[in-house]
């Protein structure tokens, strides 16, 4: 069946970079934009961005420009999120998803930063 | 940016009784608008898109209704796996997809 499988919890100190990569599977990964949705611990869900694996273009929220990248591999149906310069505020479940409305979502990554 | 605004924050209902959920947008979104239900320690999973039409797996006593920029998401007969929390979002003009801030359904 259809899946997003993202990578382990990470704990990252203040100033640091995160990638967070998500692997789908049963489906034309090309077929499908992948976005970034994160959720800080108690609220509500935030768009990051966006990629497309059949072209690479990419849009991003725009707190968010100049900070983070996001990356697609094509050969093994993987998706990458890559944010840099990491605050406490970043602290939060990272969620990628598949589409325009979110029909397939990964397990979350949690990712933690800390001094 | 399409601002999502939900409300109530909180909805205490009872098990077996109806709860409405409300969604506005700040603009028209058209029917562009998709609600996904969000029980602790998971991942969000799509119930409502399009604004009414509902995504596998979920019963019928879940119906979505609105268009233009008013959404409303009503669960009839409401079960003890129905308590979670709910948002809408929007994917009518983007960048950025927006959601709204959650709903609790929580027993009353």
């Known amino acids: 069946q259809i899946q997003l499988v993202q990578s382990g919890p990470v704990v990252k100190k203040p100033g640091a970079s995160v990638q967070v990569s998500c692997k789908a599977s049963?489906?034309?990964?090309?077929?499908?934009?992948v976005n970034w949705v994160r959720q800080a611990p108690g609220q509500g869900l935030e768009w990051m961005g966006w990629?497309?694996?059949?072209?690479?273009?990419?849009r991003y929220a725009q707190q968010f420009q100049g900070r983070v990248t996001m990356t697609t591999d094509a050969s093994t149906s993987t998706a990458y999120m890559e944010l840099r310069s990491l605050r406490s505020d970043d602290t939060a479940l990272y969620f990628c998803?598949?589409?325009?409305?979110?029909?397939?979502w990964g397990q979350g990554t949690l990712v933690t930063v800390s001094s | 940016e399409i601002v999502m605004t939900q409300s109530p924050a909180t909805l205490s209902v009872s098990p077996g009784e109806r709860a409405t959920l409300s969604c506005r947008a700040s603009?028209?979104?058209?029917?562009?608008l998709a609600w996904y239900q969000q029980k602790p320690g998971q991942a969000p999973r799509l119930l409502i898109y399009?604004?009414?039409t509902r995504a596998t797996g979920f019963p019928a006593r879940f119906s979505g209704f609105g268009s233009g920029t008013e959404f409303t998401l009503t669960i009839s007969g409401l079960q003890s796996e129905d308590f979670a929390v709910y948002y809408c979002?929007?994917?009518?003009?983007?960048?950025?997809?927006?959601f709204g801030q959650g709903t609790k359904v929580e027993i009353k």
């Open positions: 049963d489906y034309s990964f090309t077929t499908y934009n």
């Open positions: 603009q028209s979104v058209g029917t562009d």
């Open positions: 979002q929007q994917y009518s003009n983007w960048p950025p997809l927006t």
């Open positions: 998803a598949r589409g325009v409305y979110f029909d397939y």
């Open positions: 990629i497309s694996p059949y072209n690479g273009a990419t």
């Open positions: 399009g604004a009414s």
